[in-house]
């Protein structure tokens, strides 16, 4: 666990590199004036905080600022940790009430979530969970072919589509077989909806129905894979698929390779949807549940 936490502070620091890394520049021993306002609030929107996020977060600083007569840039540090820290909710408890327990993952090609579903499938058996993997992206065959390596390689049962099949059949099954195997929980694979496609975005809608009426009260968690790397632009897609299904949760994959961090805040704030966990890494353990303290810390050391 402190090995994968240490990594996980690793990767912070690069994707921070790009901007929350200038900001300890910033923070030397000058006088506040208005060029470190200038560039606090260039570097947090190049930190893709979005600028709604980045100008609630400006107008606190000088609020306080102002409020307690601080005039060097050094005291600015602590206060911003305060404030970023206040705009990332705690992760809610993951709550398995009912069993089995469906989870959809959805989001766009590539996002991450045929290789998500294999990091959440070893976790959860870690814990002491049945899980059952369900591959419903029908629409390439070489989708179901990789979650089903991934499944061999972490030990997960895995229920797969064949390539052209209906997904909300998939997932009819994969539901039924969980019930009949006296399995914990369910996550089930989706295929990449491009989110400008309206009828692959009915596909989606009709997947969801499809597990109400396999399992009544499912899906009981939708969770969307967003890329840390598209930045801004995931919100974009983040909110087409807000609208078609009921996302519940966040999962932030390639925060490893993203200079982007500050999408998080953007994410919360933006869109009102708790991140659960963070991808790391391209293997099966480069998954952590998301940590607010920990990520802001982490974008903020030196
Ligand atoms: N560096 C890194 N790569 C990832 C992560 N998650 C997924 N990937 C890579 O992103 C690519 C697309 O992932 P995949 O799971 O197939 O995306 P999908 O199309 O949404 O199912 C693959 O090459 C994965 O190895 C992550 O957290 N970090
Ligand atoms: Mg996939």
């Known amino acids: 666990m402190p090995d994968l936490f240490s990594r996980w502070k690793s990767g912070l620091s690069r994707s921070s590199k790009a901007a929350f890394g200038r900001l300890a520049s910033l923070f030397g021993a000058t006088e506040i004036?208005?060029?470190?306002?200038?560039?606090l609030e260039s570097l947090l929107i190049q930190a893709d905080l979005g600028l709604e996020t980045t100008e609630s977060v400006l107008a606190s600083l000088r609020n306080v600022v102002q409020t307690r007569g601080i005039t060097r840039s050094a005291d600015l540090r602590s206060l911003l940790e305060i404030e970023l820290?206040?705009?990332l909710d705690a992760s809610p408890a993951l709550e398995f009430s009912s069993k089995p327990v469906i989870i959809l993952l959805v989001g766009v090609n590539g996002s991450g979530k045929t290789t998500t579903a294999a990091k959440l499938g070893r976790r959860f058996t870690d814990e002491g969970k049945r899980v059952l993997l369900v591959a419903?992206?029908?629409?390439?065959?070489?989708?179901?072919d990789q979650l089903q390596v991934w499944a061999e390689r972490v030990g997960v049962?895995?229920?797969?589509?064949?390539?052209?099949?209906d997904p909300g059949a998939v997932v009819y099954d994969g539901i039924q077989s969980a019930i009949s195997r006296g399995v914990d929980l369910v996550l089930v694979d989706t295929a990449g909806r491009l989110h400008t496609r309206y009828n692959?975005?009915?596909e989606l809608k009709k997947v969801y129905r499809v597990a109400g009426k396999a399992l009544s009260g499912a899906p009981h968690a939708v969770w969307l894979v967003l890329d840390a790397t598209t930045g801004q632009n995931a919100l974009v897609q983040a909110r087409a698929f807000k609208t078609a299904v009921n996302v519940t949760g966040v999962i932030l994959a390639k925060l490893d390779s993203s200079a982007?961090?500050?999408?998080?805040?953007?994410?919360?704030s933006e869109l009102g949807l708790p991140i659960l966990f963070a991808g790391l890494g391209e293997?099966?353990?480069d998954l952590t549940p998301f940590d607010p303290d920990a990520f802001v810390k982490g974008i903020l050391a030196e």
């Open 157 to 165: 049962p895995i229920v797969a589509g064949q390539m052209g099949s």
């Open 260 to 268: 982007r961090g500050g999408m998080a805040f953007a994410i919360q």
């Open 283 to 285: 293997k099966a353990e």
């Open 136 to 144: 419903a992206d029908t629409f390439r065959a070489a989708a179901v």
């Open 85 to 87: 820290r206040r705009r």
């Open 33 to 39: 004036n208005a060029q470190t306002w200038d560039e």
């Open 200 to 202: 692959l975005m009915e």
